[in-house]
């Protein structure tokens, strides 16, 4: 890490939901001179929904555009800014790993090696045009829940993200199997992140990895 990077400042999760999970519209303009933030990294999961609207936004060393109808996924570590946003219509959600249920993970999926990897393919996920309506219904719940005072509000907030996001990786998947079209380093990434799925609790050697994608360790690595 160079020494800018490491000048590169966290932003924890402040909210007056619950020390672990926030979501609020999207603002309609936004510049790093609006938002008073230059580069930086957040201490939690971040989840943009881009309804309508354009502009850019960096996310590591990738400047995305910003496209209506689609999620970006930002993952705890990732530097980010938002260079532009122009006539914006979506949310922001935020969220800690602690805020999930317990259960989430047990089928051997983990969101955090597949929605949430640090890697660049899945930095952006636009679902089929069938399912938006259902994407959008599903956010305004939650901003209509964290407005309410009512009895179970964080348990359905709680299980409510943990659908979404369950949507987003049948979306992920989907988008994989109707892409025919993959460069090599595509195959060997999504061959590489089936075996963290089934093997990560067991395993941690990068050779283990490597040997099974028939590549070297500093190939895979690189």
Do not use: C
Not at 36 to 49: A, I, K, N
Not at 60 to 87: K, N, P, S
Not at 116 to 143: A, V
């Amino acid at each position: 890490m160079s020494s800018s990077e490491q000048h590169i400042p966290y932003l924890s999760l402040e909210s007056e939901v619950g020390r672990n999970f926030d979501i609020r519209p999207l603002r309609r303009q936004v510049s790093p001179e609006l938002l008073q933030e230059g580069p930086h990294r957040h201490s939690f999961q971040e989840l943009l929904w881009v309804r309508h609207g354009h502009g850019r936004h960096k996310i590591d060393d990738a400047i995305l555009e910003i496209q209506q109808d689609t999620f970006y996924l930002i993952a705890r570590g990732q530097v980010h800014l938002f260079i532009e946003g122009i006539d914006l219509e979506g949310y922001i959600l935020r969220f800690s790993d602690d805020f999930l249920p317990d259960d989430i993970n047990t089928s051997g999926w983990d969101y955090r090696m597949t929605l949430f990897s640090h890697f660049g393919l899945h930095q952006m996920l636009s679902p089929h045009p069938d399912d938006m309506n259902m994407f959008q219904q599903l956010m305004d719940t939650m901003w209509d829940e964290v407005r309410k005072n009512d009895f179970g509000k964080m348990h359905i907030l709680r299980h409510s993200l943990s659908i979404l996001l369950i949507l987003l990786e049948r979306s992920r998947r989907k988008l994989a199997e109707d892409t025919t079209e993959h460069d090599g380093s595509l195959s060997i990434f999504q061959a590489f992140i089936g075996l963290l799925e089934a093997h990560l609790r067991a395993r941690h050697d990068v050779g283990f990895y490597a040997s099974h994608v028939h590549l070297t360790p500093r190939q895979l690595s690189t």
